[in-house]
């Protein structure tokens, strides 16, 4: 099950963490976000929601990844950009297996099994996929990639319904999602069927 985005308000006498410098241009230094990563995610998830250009949402939407890959442990982000590393070279096994260890090591830490998804995916083995994705979402609810990869694989499994549900939540949190909106536009025919 695909969990609700759960985005935080800021309240205009509470607006919340103030962002590290750069944040609002996607760049980030890691050492800068340790103490209130919760609180500085909730923070850029609003600003992504409310982005009035797909420009500005995709500078946000950079600076929420490098949040997301931002462990807290050293070792750890060296491991995940490690396995990223694997990923993008399609040797999958390796980063399996690195994943492995970082979701064993930091199993709180989300991105770890989110990038753990994504091999599987790769792989094509979709039901390991999905169970890494539902647990990104059980300890990030706002986290647009796992949304979208559970979306998609829904899709492939012809569960046109779900996948289009499962996308019009990373509209929830990610409004300007070209790639979510263009995929709803085309299961809303299929699932709803055309316009009169």
Same mark, same amino acid.
């Given at each position: 099950?695909?969990?609700?985005?759960?985005?935080?308000?800021?309240?205009?006498?509470?607006?919340?963490?103030?962002?590290?410098?750069?944040?609002?241009?996607?760049?980030?230094?890691?050492?800068?976000?340790?103490?209130?990563?919760?609180?500085?995610?909730?923070?850029?998830?609003?600003?992504?929601?409310?982005?009035?250009?797909?420009?500005?949402?995709?500078?946000?939407?950079?600076?929420?990844?490098?949040?997301?890959?931002?462990?807290?442990?050293?070792?750890?982000?060296?491991?995940?950009?490690?396995?990223?590393?694997?990923?993008?070279?399609?040797?999958?096994?390796?980063?399996?297996?690195?994943?492995?260890?970082?979701?064993?090591?930091?199993?709180?830490?989300?991105?770890?099994?989110?990038?753990?998804?994504?091999?599987?995916?790769?792989?094509?083995?979709?039901?390991? %996929? !999905?169970?890494?994705? $539902? &647990? /990104? @979402?059980?300890?990030? #609810?706002?986290?647009?990639? =796992?949304?979208?990869? +559970?979306?998609?694989?829904?899709?492939?499994?012809?569960?046109?319904?779900? %996948? !289009?549900?499962?996308? $019009? &939540? /990373? @509209?929830?949190?990610? #409004?300007?999602?070209?790639? =979510?909106?263009?995929? +709803?536009?085309?299961?809303?025919?299929?699932?709803?069927?055309?316009?009169?």
């Amino acid at each position: 099950m695909v969990c609700a985005p759960t985005l935080a308000r800021a309240q205009p006498d509470n607006p919340g963490p103030s962002l590290p410098p750069g944040a609002e241009d996607g760049v980030i230094d890691p050492d800068s976000i340790a103490p209130d990563r919760d609180a500085l995610l909730d923070t850029l998830y609003q600003r992504l929601q409310q982005a009035e250009s797909p420009e500005r949402a995709k500078a946000v939407a950079q600076s929420i990844e490098r949040v997301w890959r931002s462990s807290g442990s050293p070792s750890i982000d060296l491991l995940l950009a490690r396995a990223m590393s694997l990923i993008s070279a399609e040797e999958y096994n390796l980063a399996l297996a690195i994943l492995d260890t970082v979701v064993i090591s930091e199993p709180e830490f989300a991105e770890g099994w989110s990038q753990r998804a994504m091999v599987h995916f790769q792989k094509r083995d979709f039901r390991a %996929a !999905l169970r890494d994705l $539902r &647990r /990104v @979402l059980a300890l990030d #609810p706002n986290h647009y990639r =796992a949304m979208q990869g +559970v979306a998609v694989i829904l899709n492939e499994f012809g569960e046109k319904e779900r %996948a !289009l549900k499962a996308y $019009r &939540r /990373v @509209l929830e949190v990610y #409004p300007l999602k070209k790639e =979510a909106r263009d995929a +709803v536009e085309e299961l809303r025919r299929d699932v709803e069927g055309q316009d009169i």
